[in-house]
């Protein structure tokens, strides 16, 4: 590989690992989201989680959990993507 491609690389590796970071940053916020959902669900009287707005509350911490988790394996399959591209490109 010459240089000129091996820098076209270079600069598309580093733009998707800026990419991924800021997938991190909104992770993070979703995980605060997340957060808040399910100590509102654990702080409602076990009356009120029962109920249909308990529930409720409960199914979007769960939606937003399964959510979250797929979006880091997502994640983690970018960074060694990226990882497999920089190594081709150093060969």
């Keep these: 590989m010459n240089k000129a491609r091996r820098t076209l690389i270079d600069r598309e590796c580093t733009a998707i690992r800026e990419l ?10 979703l995980e605060s989201l997340r957060d808040e959902e399910q100590e509102c669900y654990d702080n409602m ?3 009120l989680q029962g109920s249909d707005q308990g529930q409720r509350i409960e199914g979007i911490a769960n939606d937003l959990d399964s959510a979250i988790s797929t ?4 994640i983690s399959e970018v960074d060694n993507a ?3 591209i920089e190594e081709a490109a150093n060969q």
């Design 20 to 29: 991924v970071s800021q997938l991190r940053d909104h992770m993070e916020a």
């Design 45 to 47: 009287p076990e009356g």
């Design 71 to 74: 979006l880091d394996s997502s």
């Design 82 to 84: 990226v990882d497999e």
